[in-house]
């Protein structure tokens, strides 16, 4: 058999050496796999960088001191300094994110603190927070998820305001705010869950069968942001549907075009292109910064939010520091992190907070079934179709949005 496969070699190439045309394609048809294959290991690597973080140890150009990356961890369990703030004590939190409240009696929820690896989180100062404010506006732009965290950012600063402080929030079309007199500081939220323009814009009433949305129009709202000195945005659960419509002309014109599409990705990138150009066209790096939350992960399902119910019941965080849920779209994630990239090159800096990889691991932290209902449903009811009545998307406060408040806050606090 060896003297066979020796005769063939030889004879394979002389044929070959007749035809140089064939040898030619052969040899470039080698050049292109490996090709192929350097660009999808380049991914590979890419992906591990900018999505999962595997790399704890982030070093400097000497190449032996670990630099702090606060969102690389762990979960430690900590009764003795957290929760930060008590729910019931808390002004301003909101009946969605009031577990407590509702109804659920484990609490060791509140009691998790976030340990980076190779560093500590700067303990929250609401003090030093609202003088670094002083005189400026903090708003927060996005869906619920965001409501969530600066319903958080409230509940974090509220023991740190003065007690004559009148601690209400104003409404004005679709922002939300608390405004500091003692400070002249703002802390907002604007409810803007694309973006881009939708059907979904009204803060109050957004529940719609078919998300429809002007994916190349911002003006009409982005105009109110204009004005702020720290913007955080988030965008990404409205855009999961598997079918959204595109709309050419206004939502109020009996003319309006509307076309019904899949291509999850793309139009996700084209709506973040119209965000990223406003940006550019728009606000004074100089004078605003800006931030973009990754995704707050979940499993997918068939909740009223399209995700698992498999939250319930949940009493402690998956200790698994690799795991990464079906709802977490790392495809999606990609697309922002190459946005943010091209805004950079263009002269706009956004910080990426990648929060997703601490969260996922939390699934504990989610309301489940312990939240406010938008019709009147008995407990039978519920214990009969828990999956369809938790909630397993937002978060309970206190919780998990305080850690990004936490890590937003050490941002703030080097401006």
């Known amino acids: 058999m060896k003297e066979e496969i020796e005769n063939i ?45 595997k790399e704890d140890r982030i070093r400097h150009e000497n190449n032996s001191t670990p630099v702090c990356n606060l969102f690389s961890g762990k979960w430690i369990y900590d009764n003795s300094s957290y929760p930060l703030y008590k729910e019931k004590q808390c002004s301003f939190m909101e009946n969605d994110f009031a577990c407590e409240t509702n109804g659920r009696k484990d609490l060791k929820y ?51 305001l003065p007690p004559s402080s009148k601690k209400s929030v104003g409404v004005k079309g679709n922002l939300l705010s608390f405004h500091s007199i003692e400070y002249n500081a703002t802390i907002g939220f604007y409810w803007e869950p694309m973006l881009v323009e939708s059907n979904g814009d009204n803060i109050f009433i957004h529940r719609k069968q078919t998300r429809a949305v002007r994916i190349k129009s911002i003006v009409k709202h982005g105009r109110h942001w204009k004005d702020a000195d720290i913007l955080v945005f988030d965008s990404f659960a ?51 910064k800006l931030f973009f939350m990754s995704l707050s992960p979940y499993r997918v399902g068939n909740t009223t939010w399209g995700t ?33 990239e091209k805004l950079k090159e263009r002269g706009v800096k956004v910080e990426y907070m990648n929060i997703t990889r601490l969260s996922a691991n939390r699934e504990d932290g989610h309301p489940s079934i312990h939240r406010p209902f938008w019709r009147s449903v008995t407990k039978e009811e519920i214990q ?7 909630d397993c998307l937002h978060w309970c406060l206190p919780g998990v949005p305080d850690v990004w408040n936490q890590i937003l806050y050490s941002y703030i606090m080097k401006l």
């Open 9 to 53: 070699a030889p004879n394979t190439w002389k044929n070959m050496l007749k035809f140089p045309h064939i040898a030619t394609l052969i040899l470039l048809a080698f050049v292109v796999v490996a090709l192929h294959l350097t660009r999808n290991n380049d991914d590979i690597v890419h992906l591990q960088n900018l999505v999962f973080h």
């Open 110 to 160: 509140q009691h998790w603190r976030w340990q980076p690896h190779h560093c500590d989180l700067p303990r929250f100062n609401g003090t030093a927070l609202l003088e670094r404010l002083r005189g400026k506006k903090l708003v927060f732009i996005g869906d619920s998820l965001n409501r969530n965290q600066w319903r958080s950012m409230l509940c974090l600063i509220d023991s740190y």
């Open 238 to 288: 409205w855009w999961m549907d598997e079918t959204i419509q595109l709309v050419w002309g206004s939502f109020e014109s009996p003319d309006a075009i509307y076309r019904t599409i899949e291509m999850k990705l793309r139009r996700y990138e084209i709506a973040l292109n119209t965000w990223s150009d406003w940006l550019e066209m728009h606000i004074n790096p100089n004078k605003t």
């Open 308 to 340: 698992d119910h498999t939250c319930h019941d949940k009493t402690e965080p998956i200790l698994n520091e690799n795991y990464w849920p079906s709802g977490a779209n790392m495809s999606m994630m990609r697309i922002v992190e190459s946005t943010i």
């Open 384 to 390: 009969n179709d828990i999956p369809k009545y938790s």
